[in-house]
């Protein structure tokens, strides 16, 4: 009977353990890899290798944004404002910049997950502290998350929709649970989380603008600011991280001066006088240009053009499907064909860009062939449902001879108008039911007018009524998060290795949420379930077949009228800086740099022989321009007293 009973339990035992999952071994590391390959640099590092441990700290770096802006808030968490950097706030881990995609703690001192990634827990540093002092803790983290799931922008949603759970393991020991298995990104985007002080925002409204920097943890903080016209960082003097492995070797000014522009030819002027350290120039025609000068001549301003290999993704005109004139894809082609990129490009822009030709430009992920080995066998299921031109053709941009008359493209886009029952009645494109095809480009820098009208004039030789319209920088963002546009030009930035965000770009979940960044209002089954699969790749090849696969379905639905990039980063910056010798493949990162005392000496120096230079012939001691400038600030002083005068009662609230 014992035997009996005692058999009985044994094979009651042994079905229990058959039917529980076999349990996963967890990892317990200081980093964390995409596809568990060894991270470069071990658990006892002392700095990456791109920069140099023993850079000199001080100064203050003054710079401005690469075109005309402004600020109204410091909390770019939420879906209003416009908001600028504070310096201060970090994130559980950083990514290292001379790997494909691996994390190394800062706020976490270390990580663990198991094998199939359907949790994680990050061990957060004791030595962690917000700037008051207090120590950063579980409920920073959790408190964080929550907010930014319930109350901040809608792109965190998306990136983070797979968290299932969070919770409190100790004071310093917190857990994600997500509801998916072997969604190999999401340990390392977890990673990516900002950590925002609890303590702070509980006498605080999330929701709202604000104007007061917010307590932070990081290596600066906002010392003086004036709303829409300058900010200043300065160095915390007792920032925990500063010898942090992740922080060694970076961060080196003493102070981060960002002056605000409402024109970019001053941002460019007040370089040149000396007034800006540095600039990311971003328009062709200036790099040409603007800068033959006597002090870049000389060597003192040094103008350099720094090629990577960051993919550049899609910069184009998207058109907005929400539209009733957009809906139809034979109508979104045919508009492709009205823009003339090689006129553009040799007339415009001196021929330094090269046509953007995948939402992956400059990427071995950009679909350039015609579907192959796993990507063919992924779209195969599909077959019906997608375009048949995806098996049998390679989508080429249209391009043209660059004599501006594209001729035979718009032969073309007419026949496609055609097709999609557009007519020309009276010099004007109408459908049956006689009315007009119009619609209008929203634009908030000044220059992409030039860049456009030569557009807008082949569009309207297909008949089309198209205008362009120049907003202020917070109406376009106010309207570009709203998706109140007909057609924009917009830039969707992709990493080496696309995951999570997808869905905040392209599913219909995203088409149809508010500040998302789906502007095209895509809405395809197909994509949305080709970025759940695209999300779930067990390795680098299965993640190239997918993310090709998406590229080529945006391609076919022609949501964009491709722009150009360039695979470079054009900079400008004077004499007076070091820098580490190793190039960064993904472009310049200037906080690595540092003043160079010698060399700020010598510009010192230099800079004071550049007058005599420019005086004219009778040596008057002073150039010639500074009496112009001396008289037209002195009428400007004269007029801003007496109208200030005046207005004396409508001044109040002025900051």
Not at 76 to 93: D, H
Not at 353 to 362: A, D, E, M, P
Request: hydrophobic share 40%; glycine share 6%; charged share 25%.
């Amino acid at each position: 009977m014992i035997n009996d009973l005692i058999r009985l339990v044994a094979v009651c035992l042994v079905a229990l353990c058959a039917a529980l999952p076999a349990t996963a071994s967890v990892n317990k590391s200081h980093a964390i890899t995409l596809y568990g390959e060894a991270p470069k640099y071990g658990a006892d590092f002392k700095h990456f290798d791109y920069v140099n441990p023993n850079a000199p700290t001080g100064g203050t770096f003054r710079i401005a944004p690469t075109q005309e802006a402004s600020f109204d808030s410091f909390n770019p968490f939420i879906a209003r404002g416009n908001a600028v950097s504070t310096g201060s706030v970090e994130t559980l881990m950083v990514a290292s910049e001379d790997e494909p995609f691996t994390n190394y703690g800062l706020i976490a001192q270390s990580i663990e997950w198991p094998d199939d990634r359907s949790w994680v827990i990050f061990n957060l540093d004791p030595k962690a502290r917000w700037h008051d002092g207090k120590p950063i803790t579980a409920d920073d983290v959790i408190w964080t998350f929550n907010t930014l799931i319930e109350k901040g922008s809608p792109q965190y949603r998306f990136y983070y929709s797979s968290v299932e759970k969070v919770e409190k393991l100790s004071e310093r020991r917190v857990r994600f649970n997500f509801n998916e298995r072997n969604n190999r990104e999401l340990p390392l985007i977890i990673g990516q989380l900002p950590v925002l002080p609890k303590h702070y925002w509980a006498g605080q409204d999330f929701t709202k603008t604000t104007l007061q920097p917010p307590l932070g943890s990081g290596p600066y903080r906002i010392e003086l600011f004036e709303a829409g016209r300058y900010t200043i960082q300065t160095r915390v003097e007792n920032y925990w991280g500063a010898n942090h492995p992740t922080r060694v070797g970076l961060n080196n000014f003493d102070k981060i001066r960002t002056d605000f522009y409402r024109d970019v030819t001053a941002i460019r002027l007040a370089l040149k006088s000396g007034r800006l350290d540095f600039r990311l120039e971003n328009q062709a025609k200036a790099w040409a240009l603007d800068y033959d000068v006597d002090v870049v001549e000389d060597g003192l301003l040094i103008k350099e053009r720094l090629v990577h290999e960051a993919p550049q993704g899609m910069q184009g005109t998207i058109l907005n499907t929400r539209r009733e004139m957009f809906e139809d894809v034979r109508v979104r082609e045919a508009i492709g064909y009205a823009f003339d990129f090689e006129w553009t490009n040799r007339n415009l822009f001196f021929g330094q860009y090269t046509r953007s030709y995948s939402y992956f430009s400059n990427s071995p992920l950009a679909a350039t062939d015609l579907p192959q080995g796993r990507e063919l066998e992924i779209l195969e299921v599909y077959r019906g449902q997608i375009p048949e031109r995806i098996f049998t053709d390679v989508l080429a941009v249209p391009a043209t001879d660059g004599s501006g008359w594209a001729r035979d493209n718009l032969r073309k886009a007419f026949a496609l108008l055609a097709e999609a029952g557009w007519t020309v009645k009276d010099q004007k494109l109408v459908n049956a039911q006689g009315e007009p095809f119009k619609f209008e480009i929203l634009l908030v820098s000044q220059a992409f007018e030039r860049i456009m009208l030569p557009w807008v004039r082949n569009l309207r030789r297909l008949g089309m009524e198209v205008n362009v319209r120049l907003v202020d920088t917070a109406q376009y963002i106010n309207r570009m998060r709203s998706f109140e546009f007909d057609a924009l030009i917009a830039s969707i930035g992709q990493s080496d290795n696309p995951g999570n965000e997808q869905r905040n770009y392209w599913t219909t979940a995203a088409a149809k949420s508010e500040g998302s960044r789906n502007f095209a209002g895509i809405q395809s089954e197909v994509i949305d379930t080709l970025v759940d699969e695209l999300i779930q790749s067990p390795d680098r090849e299965t993640l190239s077949a997918y993310v090709k696969a998406i590229d080529r379905l945006l391609l076919f639905g022609f949501y964009v009228v491709p722009n150009w990039h360039l695979a470079a980063d054009r900079i400008l910056y004077w004499d007076k800086f070091g820098r580490p010798d190793i190039a960064l493949k993904h472009g310049v990162n200037y906080m690595r740099w540092w003043f160079d005392k010698d060399k700020v000496a010598r510009l010192a120096i230099a800079m004071e022989n550049e007058l005599p230079a420019q005086e004219g012939e009778g040596g008057s001691g002073r150039p010639w321009w500074t009496l112009i400038l001396v008289v037209l600030l002195g009428g400007w002083m004269l007029r801003r007293y007496f109208v200030r005068g005046g207005k004396a009662a409508s001044s109040k609230g002025r900051v």
